[in-house]
């Protein structure tokens, strides 16, 4: 399918106005997200990528078995336009004030001084390297996590890119047996109820892939006994529901728009309903994963 | 398997302090802002999620039903996306049967017309019970054959009839079967005869 | 089912004949429609154009109850063009038998007909057997008395004039049809028919489905992906219940009700365990006394099943003229039975000849009604033209809770075992049908043990607790003990075993009251690895996933096999004939089976495909049926012609019916055949979808559709009120008039069909007034005639009238 930037726009546009009506939602968050998404957007439609050869990737009958096609830690992205990414979200860091733009400064410091490359920065964010980003958060008490949202926020869209081509070497699935992504391995950040049959989508924490999942079933854990998955919605937001695990005490939150004339974006419906999240906090459930721009 | 494992593993720990959109420190803390508010107003509503087979045609279409965890009640019941048969479809009747359910015309009680009686009284289940068990002796220790005109031991019932059913789970049909043969009914049919 | 229904994507030519499945099945017509786009040709054939016949390829109106003629026409074309698959043919039917000296056939009556007791002495249809006591067999297929020969010589009256002149179709359609589906008969090719009540409720309804099985046969269509002889069955557990035997003739398993000359358990498994002299029959029903022990021990556990033996109740014959259906209203009109269950039924309606059964109900002491909902069964007492004070009977009405109020398990068509979990409670305190019945037999156990009573052994002795917990009803625990348990401490085949332990699967069962099971068939699906119909996983094999076989989602019997017979689709060295969709394939002795759970894990040619004949061989010559070892046509018991082209035998001369009950034949107060059919938004009687305010207003009341023919004729007007008359009582509807139905040409002269659905009663819906809206149930004017035997009514092909109202 071609894509069509204008519509892409268009569509984040509408998102972004109706993410600023929720007064309760922090500004300078919605503001900071808009430029970052318009930014990588395009990056998007510009990334260039040389996926893994077939014979390198996972064998559909692992695949349909729940192995990801290519893992994380190799998966390809386009590096030069990571590096340009990067720089553009540190200046846009410039504009914030406070923590973030502090944290942005260290961050900033240390690439400029040559102590810290960007390679090794994405290095270090593929392969989860908890210690590095451990210090990092360490270092930056009050906004601990923009170093992982400058990594990821710079990978997105060349991942985004490569993830679109990969998913067509993916053998054809129902819903799987695991709840992870078949691309990347990750696990999904929000997921969604499709079409008049209800299908259930996850969106990838990582290359933000959109995949079958199963409709009863943890993702995170793969707990399948319906007695330890329950739901809860609350009345003020209409279209959402949060998924519980009894077995993990894991919830995530899902998309239910069958019956709204509403477009999911889901890695900003996930800030849209963010008052779930601290409502699910409050009945001791936890989040297994971050945002899509990885804080 | 061994990458998804170790992802797995990595993120479930991350789970443990995770609170996305918190961490650039850009005031989406519930303590401090507006969101509190919004949140201490919100009071969830929960369900549970179970799944059943439709009860009317053999296709054996699977459904998801929500119940209100709250009045034990259906909230909706849908087609089951994962059911490799139907996958998720349903047709007029399978996506109707909240109303199956959920229906005015569902007697509160048993339901007794005594004989030549014009009208029906409202019993106890456990009077009626009693009752059709006393029936059930008296006809059938009045009706028993032990021998048949030629002589043979049969050992039947042949003043009681069953006829039902196919909207039996298995489970119940073989409990039924059981219940009729040991009382000695040979007149046992049902849907699948006609 | 042999296959299940995402398999319908197999296949390569679907006939769809007897059946509505767009309408009545609609989910099935996603596989349906799969198939199409990969090319299938659709057939439907059908006395009525339906959405069904608006999706196919092809559309040709039959007359209803012509069937065998259209089918009989396509044999003879098979075997005139030679488009049998040879090889299947000869390796796995019993085409190469050799029929006895004492058969015969004439003038539509077969060998050994009484016409007194209007049966059959069926010996006279026996194969001539060797020295060794097996048929005889010419695989050259020469010999003029084997059964191919016969086959061709049988049909080969079913010439195209005769099949065109008595159904109706043209001869246009019928060659159609016959190229079409007949150029399955490839290796590479897979045909299926997809049929329900179309063919099964007439006097002739098991030779309408024996005539496909042998065309299935011919072509080499059972056992193949995309292939089989398919019902398409209508409520979701008519299968289970089927399996478990709420029937007069069948205990759960398909075992027989013993009959009263079996006066011990050794004679009576005797009399049905099979006997093969041939080493390469596998004749699995020569394990009949491991089930019928095993069945006898889960029902009256600290008995010896020699002694428990006792307890079953014994028929004084297995006709189903004694004791099914038909019989059973026609005893009760008659006065025999003082007491009567309607389960889950509402038989006011749901029968043929329904003022018979409504009558019947009247001599009643005492009914037991349970249901969802009130209906026309339980009111039977305040219906038309009942007086209240004068009918006795004494009414129980016990509601029951829905099914998504309740935990257990359903059988669909495809015979997965799917298994249901508890959603919301029911209301006001309602009890599942299980609770309901444990509680009631709990109560007449009590009754006998405390009080005695004519033999009480079987009530006093029942394991009854053995399906409850703490005086509940367990659907878990039941579903365990249909499955089967060691009762003690045992060695098989080389595994131990410890009491109380499930039974693996069925080839573990015994004989001697060391197992339980409650129905074999269902040996294998709650073991130790736990309640195997409750699983949910779509994984499977790149075989498997090729012809859409999920044999990790629900369970399914035998065994969790997918396809039965499909042994036969694999050559004798075990390679599959179609490649491309193989259902198993055998890869060497140490790998041996890949694909679907074979037909037994034998080697390929050790064993003959057909294991639970006790040859081994698909039967093209069947002489087991009541009616005749090959389908041959007759006239519904109520029709139109005074004679057919095939045979100057008008009716199946075996058909069930009451000589004191008249029927219409060529009467001109009733020209028009009737058919009944569903709609969508409604089911069977309509008890349940009645209540269901969202479908009443898509579908409020009784229609009866013609052709614009003869509403011309007659000067009714589409939407007009009418009359439908027949010989047994009249009801109104409102006429549809539509291109849906046109006359046929029969035998030169123009025969109009007209039909209507069954889901309406008078007790629901009303109006203010309290007077019903929805009319009342077409089987009013249903015949009670039906075939010799299954017993199922024929309400499919009947004799009406229709006028002003």
Known sequence: MEFDMDKAERTLDKKMGQLRAKSYISVELVDLLDKVAHLQLKARAAAEITVPKDGDLAPAESVLQGMSLVSKEYFPYDVSQAEEMLGKLLDLLKETDGALADAGKAIGDEIESGKLSAAELFDRYLSDDVKFFAGWAERCQEAPKTIAFLAQASLSPSIEAAAEILAEKLPEMKAPSVGTCPICGSLPLISSLKEKEGFRHATCSFCRHDYRIKRLACPVCGEEDQKKLTFF????????????CESCKTYIKTIDFRDLDRIAIPVLDDLDSLALDYVAAGQGYKRATLSAWGF | MHTNRRNFLKLSATAAVATAFGGLGLGCTASKSQMADRVAAMSPEWSKQTTTICCYCAVGCGLVVNTSLKDMKAVNVEGDPDHPVNEGSLCAKGASIWQLANNDRRPDSVMYRAPYSKKFKKVSMAWALERIAHNVKKTRDETFTRINARGETVNRCDGIASVGSAALDNEECWAYQTMLRSLGLVYIEHQARI | MTNHWIDIKNSDCILIMGSNAAENHPISFKWVTKAQEKGATVIHVDPRFTRTSAKADMYAGIRSGSDIAVLGGMIKYILDNELIFKDYVVDYTNASFIIGD???????????????????????????????????????LQDPKCVYQMLKKHYERYDLDKVSDISGMSKDEVIGLYEA??????????????YAMGWTQHTVGVQNIRSMAMIQLLLGNIGIAGGGVNALRGESNVQGSTDHCLLFHILPGYLK????????????????????????????????????????KSMWQDDDPKVAYNYLPRLDSGNAADYAWLALFDKMDAGQFKGFFAWGMNPACSGANSNKTRQAMTKLDWMVNVNIFPNETMQFWEGPGMDPEKIKTEVFFLPCAVSIEKEGSVTNSGRWMQWRYKGPDAPHGLKPDGDIMYEMMHEIQKLYKEEGGVYPDPITKLSWDSIATNGVFDAHK??????????????VKGKKFKKGDQVPSFAYLQADGSTTSGNWLYCNSYTAKGNLAARRSLAQTEEQAKIGLFPNFSWCWPVNRRILYNRASVDLQGKPWNPEKAVIEWTGPKTKWVGDVPDGGWAPGSKYAFIMRKHGFGQLFGPGRADGPLPEYYEPLECPVKSHPFSSTLHNPTAISFADEAKAVCDPKFPLVGTTYRVTEHWQTGVMTRNQEWLTEMEPQVFVEMSEELAELRGFKNGEKVIVTSLRGDLWAKAIVTKRLKP??????????????????????????????????ANILTPSVGDPNTGIPETKAFMVNVRKA
Request: aromatic content about 14%; charged content about 25%; proline content about 7%.
């Open chain 1, 233 to 244: 919605t609350v009345e003020e937001e209409p279209g959402f529901r949060v998924d519980v």
């Open chain 3, 102 to 140: 004492n058969y015969k056939f004439d003038d539509g009556i077969f060998a050994g007909y009484d016409p007194e007791t209007k049966s059959y002495d069926k010996s006279k249809w026996a194969f001539a057997m060797d020295s060794k006591g097996n048929p005889k067999k010419d695989p050259t």
């Open chain 3, 181 to 194: 589906y007949c150029a399955t008969g490839k290796k590479d090719k897979a045909g299926t028919i997809m």
């Open chain 3, 257 to 296: 009700t013993p009959k009263a000359s079996q006066q011990t358990l050794a004679e009576y498994d005797k009399a049905y365990t099979p006997v093969s002299n041939d080493p390469k029959s596998a004749n699995w029903w020569s394990n009949y006394p491991k089930y019928s022990a095993s069945l006898i």
């Open chain 3, 478 to 491: 039941t579903a365990k003990l249909i499955n089967g348990q060691f009762t003690r401490d045992i060695e």
């Open chain 3, 744 to 777: 046929f040409i029969v035998q030169g002269t123009t025969v109009h069909l007209v039909g209507l659905p069954w889901h309406f009663g008078w007790t629901w819906p009303i109006n203010e007034k309290g007077e019903s809206t929805g009319g009342d149930s």
